[in-house]
């Protein structure tokens, strides 16, 4: 892409698989849980991605931030390599890149204090004296909607979109270029889930820092993404502007993920029901991974694989879906 | 005559402390072949509420001596625990939201299929192992004389929840109960589930009680819908009434929260404030201290009112919280 603006991320072609244990006589198999992924986010923009269970995404933000093994491939934070640093060198670049996990009642430990909780990544990283630090805490605790006080309460004394509050200062107090939001919103209520969307707006208006933003839930994902990525069983299969994949769908997996959203401002609609299942990604398909569940499938989608192709929209597709559905 | 019919039901779970009253007086019925949702936030009582029309509530009859609770006619809150198990099952099914804790992992699929049918004295061996396999059809299992032999750990999560839902039909119940069973799954293998239960509904009659706090899904099913709150019914009516011309302000708080498509970048309504724990619930208007219309008035216990045939409402001020819908 001919953008002029160095991106905060790059990925290029990743890979993540894990061995599974070897069965005598047999060659070790693999779960290929990531299958040469590439994506950019710029400076200030957030990429949401969407997909379904064990499709990888939870797999390809972890391996971004070194928390899961890259197989190979290549990540830039900034610009600078970041995939073949050993560990002692990770650490200090560590704070640009920082993750908010999907459970707020196991991502807390229950023995620590919030202050120490958050005032934690700081020691880490050497930053400040004691008292710095705990100035720091109390101004990011208010930053995302909690007191200075709460500092000194331990998190069972906190509701969950607190809590998620809480996770959410963690990952801030390092000042990172890089948020990257697991499933942030997704055991929430309603209620409090707006409440977390519309601080993560506030925040990022405020700090400009960009985003991964990973979801299930496709309503949540159009709500805060400037881009959108949608992966099928470890790869891409399509990306674009949220206009262009979710109005203008191009692959066939996006139009039935958007179809099958639940939705209370179309009642009564006739929609296309997928059939089928994702297949294992311990053997997965020669070809396109969608082709068994596709009703647009052809002899070449079982043999050959789609490639990300195009511009601005990008699709991974030998027989895209065009303008008119007809 | 509603076929489940609930009055001012109370259910306890009783604690060390003071027990918490999770059902809190609620009124609801469901007449026969009808979809009726339950929508609430965690906590609000709605699984205690579709446990308590199971008789799976752990208190008896004395915590609640004004709740009425009727299936079918009969009090049920009379019967006894042999009573409930030739009704469980066989005339009540039900679906959780777990497929893999719910079904037992070391028995084979057929025989945990076929066990309802042989308890109720439904069928013989033969028989109850060829119904096994129609009610595998039927909920869109492939070979579904394979599957009798598998183990629940062998099936995808959808697979496990279209075998719960084999179990929970198999002897035809006349009320289907299903506590969020598709909120554990992927909102393909979602859409296909909720085609199946309405599939079911449609063939064989059978009401449903579908209990979730996802309106989408509510949208897609629901003849008539209740919304529950700290442990009442807030609002009840039908689809239309409920989400078209909410009248309770936490109804219009929820539909209001709600990410929908095609309003990127747009902020959020967030609803104010916290749900009160059990103990601390306010005396008058649960919901009042979240409330933006509250007032002097709002202090008093609300009862529910009719807005129009079939809605109902508890709220003091529904006027007001109409008026700013319609801005």
């Known amino acids: 892409m001919n953008d002029p603006v160095q991106p905060i991320l790059a990925v290029r072609n990743l890979t993540v698989q894990f061995p599974l244990r070897r069965r005598p006589g047999q060659p070790r198999r693999h779960v290929h849980a990531v299958r040469g992924v590439s994506l950019d986010i710029a400076p200030g923009e957030t990429l949401g991605l969407i997909g379904e269970s064990g499709c990888g995404k939870s797999t390809l933000a972890r391996a971004i931030v070194r928390l899961a093994p890259i197989t190979s491939g290549e990540v830039y934070l900034a610009g600078n390599p970041w995939h073949n640093l050993p560990e002692r060198r990770l650490r200090p670049l560590r704070p640009a890149a920082q993750m908010i996990f999907q459970d707020p009642w196991s991502s807390l430990n229950p023995r620590m204090r919030i202050g120490r909780i958050i005032e934690e990544p700081l020691i880490v990283?050497?930053?400040?004296?004691?008292?710095?630090?705990?100035?720091?805490?109390?101004?990011?605790?208010?930053?995302?909607?909690?007191?200075?006080?709460?500092?000194?309460?331990?998190?069972?004394?906190?509701?969950?979109?607190?809590?998620?509050?809480?996770?959410?200062?963690?990952?801030?107090v390092l000042e990172p270029q890089l948020l990257l939001a697991d499933e942030a919103v997704s055991a929430l209520d309603v209620s409090v889930q707006a409440q977390i969307l519309n601080l993560l707006a506030d925040l990022r208006a405020e700090h400009r820092f960009s985003m991964l933003f990973i979801s299930?839930?496709?309503?949540?994902?159009?709500?805060?993404?400037?881009?959108?990525?949608?992966?099928?069983?470890?790869?891409i299969v399509e990306l674009g502007s949220p206009e262009d994949v979710l109005d203008h769908s191009r692959h066939p997996y996006t139009r039935a993920l958007v179809e099958a959203v639940p939705e209370i401002d179309a009642r009564g609609r006739r929609r296309v029901i997928l059939g089928g299942e994702p297949p294992s990604p311990i053997n997965p398909p020669r070809g396109c991974a969608f082709a068994g569940r596709c009703p647009r499938a052809q002899d070449r989608c079982h043999t050959e694989d789609a490639v990300l192709t195009g511009d601005d929209h990008q699709v991974a597709c030998h027989y895209p879906l065009t303008e008119d559905p007809g | 005559m509603a076929l489940l019919e609930a009055e001012q039901l109370v259910s306890v779970f009783p604690t060390q402390g003071e027990p918490v009253r999770a059902v809190d007086g609620v009124d609801l019925h469901i007449d026969e072949g009808e979809t009726v949702c339950l929508v609430g936030e965690s906590g609000c009582g709605k699984s205690a509420f579709a446990l308590s029309a199971m008789g799976l509530m752990p208190s008896g009859r004395d915590a609640h001596p004004n709740g009425r609770l009727?299936?079918?006619?009969?009090?049920?809150?009379?019967?006894?625990?042999?009573?409930?198990?030739?009704?469980?099952?066989?005339?009540?099914?039900?679906?959780?939201?777990?497929?893999?804790?719910?079904?037992?992992?070391?028995?084979?699929?057929?025989?945990?299929?076929?066990?309802?049918?042989?308890?109720?004295?439904?069928?013989?061996?033969?028989?109850?192992?060829?119904?096994?396999?129609?009610?595998?059809?039927?909920?869109?299992?492939?070979?579904?004389?394979?599957?009798?032999?598998?183990?629940?750990?062998?099936?995808?999560?959808?697979?496990?929840?279209?075998?719960m839902i084999a179990i929970a039909t198999i002897c035809r119940p006349r009320l289907l109960i299903a506590d969020e069973p598709t909120t554990a799954l992927d909102v393909t293998v979602e859409a296909q589930i909720l085609e199946l239960l309405a599939d079911l509904k449609q063939q064989h009659g059978m009401a449903m009680l579908f209990i979730t706090h996802d309106l989408g899904v509510v949208a897609e099913l629901a003849d008539r819908v209740y919304v529950m709150y700290a442990g009442q019914i807030v609002e009840s009516g039908t689809l239309a009434q409920?989400?078209?011309?909410?009248?309770?302000?936490?109804?219009?708080?929820?539909?209001?929260?709600?990410?929908?498509?095609?309003?990127?970048?747009?902020?959020?309504?967030?609803?104010?404030?916290?749900?009160?724990?059990?103990?601390?619930?306010?005396?008058?208007?649960?919901?009042?201290?979240?409330?933006?219309?509250?007032?002097?008035?709002?202090?008093?216990?609300?009862?529910?009112?009719?807005?129009?045939?079939?809605?109902?409402?508890?709220?003091?001020?529904?006027?007001?919280?109409?008026?700013?819908?319609?801005?």
């Not at chain 2, 099914?93 to 992992?105: A, K, R, V």
């Not at chain 2, 009248?247 to 929908?260: A, D, V």
Request: charge should be positive.
């Open chain 1, 125 to 172: 990283q050497k930053r400040g004296d004691r008292d710095e630090r705990q100035a720091t805490v109390a101004r990011v605790l208010e930053q995302v909607g909690l007191h200075p006080d709460d500092a000194g309460k331990y998190p069972h004394q906190f509701s969950g979109g607190q809590r998620q509050r809480i996770g959410i200062a963690r990952a801030l």
């Open chain 1, 216 to 235: 299930h839930d496709l309503r949540v994902v159009e709500q805060v993404s400037d881009r959108i990525a949608v992966m099928y069983l470890g790869k």
């Open chain 2, 70 to 163: 009727h299936f079918d006619g009969e009090d049920v809150l009379k019967w006894d625990e042999q009573r409930w198990c030739a009704i469980r099952g066989r005339d009540i099914g039900m679906i959780f939201q777990e497929p893999m804790t719910s079904l037992n992992p070391v028995i084979r699929v057929g025989t945990q299929l076929m066990e309802p049918l042989l308890i109720h004295g439904l069928a013989n061996r033969t028989d109850a192992r060829r119904q096994a396999i129609e009610a595998l059809a039927r909920v869109g299992i492939p070979q579904p004389d394979r599957m009798l032999e598998r183990y629940p750990h062998e099936l995808s999560g959808g697979m496990r929840q279209r075998v």
């Open chain 2, 242 to 327: 409920v989400f078209d011309q909410p009248g309770h302000p936490y109804t219009q708080g929820l539909l209001r929260s709600m990410p929908r498509r095609h309003q990127r970048g747009r902020r959020l309504y967030t609803i104010p404030g916290t749900v009160p724990p059990p103990h601390q619930r306010p005396s008058g208007c649960r919901f009042a201290p979240r409330c933006p219309y509250a007032d002097a008035a709002c202090e008093q216990p609300v009862t529910l009112r009719d807005l129009a045939a079939g809605h109902t409402v508890r709220c003091v001020h529904p006027d007001r919280a109409r008026s700013q819908q319609d801005e």
